[in-house]
Each structure stands twice: as C-alpha cells, then as structure tokens.
C-alpha cells in the first residue's frame, strides 16, 4: 500500500471515530435534557398530590365534630364521619384518598376504609409522628409506613394540646395516571432496609435491595431492571435497554432521608418522537420547572396559614378556626 493511502486510510478511520464521538455526545446530551424535562414533570405531580392531600387533611382536620369524636374516643362516630367525607372527596378528586385518625398515644383511632385497625398501635412504622408532636407542625411526606406512601399529617389541637393527627394517605395511581398522559410509566421502589416496617409490602417483587412498592406495576419492567441491574441505575441515574429508558428520581423522607427511588420509563420510539420537536421539548422544560416552582411556593404558602392559624388561636376548642371547614 503506497504512502498516500495508509494516510488516506487513516484520516478516515479518525473522521469515523470523531464522527462517532459526536454523535454519542449529542445523543448523550439529548437524553439528559430529556431526563431534566421527565423529572421536572414527575416533580410538578408530586408536588401538585402533595397540596391535594394538604388541603384535605386541613379541612378534615378542622371539623368540630371529628374533633370532638376524637376528644370523647367515640371512634364509631368517627370513623362514620371519615367515611362519609372520603366518599365526597374522591367524587371532587377523581382519585382514591385514604384517612385516618390516630391518637396522641400513636394508636389508631378510626381510619376511612374501615375499622378493623382501630386501636392498632402505629408506633413503630411511624417514627415521623414524634416530630409533630413536638412542634405542632404539618408536613406532607413520602414515608415507609407499613407500605409506601404519601402522608398528610396535620396535628389535631384542643386547648394548645395535641391530641391527635389527621391523616391524609395517597397510594401511586393517580400519579401513574397522570404520567402515562406523557406516555410514560412508573415504579415506585423502597429501600430494602425498612422492609420490617413496610409489612404491607411482604409479598412485592424485589429488584436487588429495593423493593417495588406500587400496586399493579409493569412486570415487563420488573424483569429488565432485575437483569440489568438496579445498581448500575442508581449509581448513573438513567440506563438503557433495547426498546426503553429508565431515569431515576430519589424518594426523600420528612427528615431528609433517600428510601427510595421513582424510576420514570419512556420507550425509545416516544423519545425519538421528542427529538423531533426538540424546541418544544425546551418549552414543555420551561413550562414544566415554572409550573413547578409556583406549585412549592402554593404548597408552602399553606404550610405557614396552617402555623399562623395554629399560633393565633386561643380557644379552647377551635371554633374559631372555619377557614377549610368540613361539617
């Protein structure tokens, strides 16, 4: 081979190789804005399930009569108000919403679904419950209880006392539902290691140490993440397979703790659409991230009426309280 072809041969093996480089670039920045983008939206679900379950657990907790059932211990008598309330807020939410009550001592005092828990003590799946009880303070978290879920909790006062807290509990589905108007899927995975809390979650799959904690999840994606590995997504946040994506978001607990991770899949077909209309990918970012900051800002804003009104108020039974009343 004469000269002028070996270098020939090797200036085209090096475009090649920098053709190649550029192209695995920019797909690989193409699917981290696609990833931004997904969680962003993820984001502004959970923040907007968040405030849901806020105002509701506000409103309930406000009711003069729950009120009272708790402070006499009549829990027939809640559990009957309970019910009746959570029929009517599933009609305006088009979801399904768990409540329940339980007492200053962590027992269980009436629940919505029913009543054969009543007088179970939650102490052990609920270490959140302490902090409330010190500072008077709601939050709404994800949290291992004896399943994961999402939890508003907001203290029920009488006469600057605790006596209980007024639970609001959501489950994964409207969140699942919300996100397959993108086209995407969802699981839900806990942390192995509150496994003896999360007694509900005994008989769900596994992949690796974490275990999948939405009811009705893809067993298509199951067995994917149980071949690939789950190690490999957690430590680079997204991987692939022949025909999906999977991007992971951590599930942080009221004290700041990781228990879990949301792990968003969207077919590669679906994420070819996107490239696309990339420019509208960037809007539905801008979108997505503005939509998101406005609904943190709404659901803080209701953390802080909750502490003023608890603050302001000195009388013995709460009467003066109305604002989200439930009767």
Known sequence: MQTYQK????????????????????????????????????NKQIENEKLQAFNFAFALSQNETLQESLYNNDAA???????????????????????????????????????????????????????????????????????????????????????????????????????????MDLLVLLNSKYKRQAVLLKKHPKIENMIVANDGANIEHIANLQKIGISKLLNQGKIEDERYFYFLRAIVNNNGDNIGSFVLIISKKKLALFSAFESQLDSLFTYARKDLYYSILKNNDRMDNFSSLNDNNTSSDNSSISRGKIK
């Open 77 to 183: 008598k809640g559990y009957e108000i309970l019910k009746e309330h959570m029929y009517a807020l599933e009609i305006f939410s088009n979801s399904k919403i768990n409540a329940q009550i339980v007492k200053k001592d962590f027992s269980i005092f009436a629940r919505s679904w029913d009543n054969r828990d009543a007088g179970l003590n939650v102490k052990t799946y609920r270490p959140d419950l302490y902090e409330i009880l010190k500072n008077k303070r709601p939050h709404v978290s994800f949290e291992a209880a004896r399943k994961l879920v999402l939890i508003a909790s907001i203290p029920i006062i009488r006469e600057h006392e605790v006596i209980g807290f007024m639970e609001v509990i959501k489950r994964f589905d409207s969140l699942k539902e919300n996100l397959a108007n993108y086209d």
């Open 7 to 42: 270098y020939l041969s090797f200036i085209l093996i090096a475009l090649i190789l920098i053709i190649g480089y550029f192209y695995l670039q920019n797909k690989q920045n193409y699917v981290d804005k696609v990833h931004t983008v997904l969680v962003n939206i993820l």
